[in-house]
DNA sequence: TGAAAAATACCCCCGGAAGGGGGATTTCCG
DNA sequence: CGGAAATCCCCCTTCCGGGGGTATTTTTCA
């Protein structure tokens, strides 16, 4: 016999609150434990509410919901958190991750995707909407056209790892002075002068 | 009208190959316009073959998927590759997601989900099965109980982006010496003495 | 409320890392 | 053949990085 999934909804919009109660409860073995509107009303209650998914809009008053998801994993560790938002904006994206939400959709998914999405989540996903993983996947993506050479790029990767000259140039088994000259052109090919603006330029870039 | 898509299927396993010709043709609007069961021999054909996706498995004699996929992109460069692969290595997702790859399949996938990842694919989204979807966001999260306060996390983070003492003292409007004292409390709370072994520490446990 | 943790600031010392100026050679590829 | 890439060497100056202390204030939380 499966155990029946305790869902919480926090959600700020009345009339989607309802709608995703709905239907989620008539998914067999779903039960909708609890609905607020904000995290600051469901904070208190949430531990006693023990869901084991949480259903999480990011636009609410007050503590919004990316900076809600570590006050909640804080208090049910166990509880998977899915988005749910409008906006696909990248860094509210990656900072729900960071932060650890299990699965971000946006709100023009269909009710079967939210379904599916919880399973999902229950079993280990990372269940997303397509745009989300599109961009995700975009944000793995390496610049294809580098102005760095091969040497130059594995050099400036090893800057970004916090190492020093020699260190670079006994990994690679070339001389300090090789390493000084190829720092020297990433430099002037970047237009910097300092490890900090190459690295800036590097990561904006996205060249390693 | 809507204009046919060309598929390209490179994989070394026969009867895969034959298999996924088979399921492909059978969608109206795809059309299978080659198969090779490696990237060399598709090599110099690529480009009159024209394609608009590439399913492309990792595990192939010669140059394997991965190292394929940069060579496939210069060749052409409008071509959506998906990966297609038995297993589910982490190293091997990055770097073919870094090389350009636009989706991750693992085989192990219905056949809907193959003709449904071409479409995703072709419509700019990121096809990828659940598990891979599930890795990518673990891939996300940061570590919860970090040694670090958040002050040390910021400053690490700063560190990490190649920035000097003062430089961190500037930007956080407090003195240098305020700065070594939180570096000294890093170093000693992460067990290191240097920058480059601190951010190894840093980086290995998702401290940042 | 009261102790612990975090954040702030200051002193001393030393080695060598970082960045910029030159010049030179070999190897490889289109 | 010419150019880019990769290698190595010399000079120079600045000031950064790491380690040894100590101390005050603010915040946090039990």
Excluded: W
């Amino acid at each position: 016999m499966q155990k029946t999934i305790r869902i919480v909804i926090i959600e700020d919009d009345q009339i989607l609150q309802h709608a995703y109660k709905q239907l989620i409860e008539d998914e067999c073995g779903f039960q909708v434990v609890s609905c607020y509107s904000s995290f600051d009303a469901a904070e208190k209650k949430l531990v006693t509410d023990d869901p084991g998914i949480i259903l999480l809009d990011i636009e609410l008053p007050g503590t919004n919901g990316v900076q809600a998801i570590p006050l909640i994993k804080k208090l049910v560790p166990k509880a998977m958190v899915i988005m749910l938002t409008v906006y696909e904006i990248e860094e509210q994206i990656f900072a729900a991750l960071a932060n650890g939400a299990s699965g971000y959709l946006t709100k023009d998914v269909s009710s079967a995707k939210i379904i599916e999405a919880i399973y999902d989540a229950r079993a280990g996903g990372g269940p997303m909407s397509k745009k989300i993983a599109s961009i995700v996947i975009k944000s793995f993506q390496k610049n294809t056209d580098s102005p760095l050479s091969k040497r130059e790029t594995e050099i400036i990767k090893m800057i970004s790892e916090g190492k020093k000259r020699n260190e670079i140039a006994d990994e690679l088994f070339i001389e300090l002075e090789t390493v000084k000259t190829h720092i020297k052109n990433i430099y002037s090919k970047l237009n910097v002068n300092s490890r900090s603006d190459a690295l800036k330029v590097v990561k904006k870039n996205r060249l390693i």
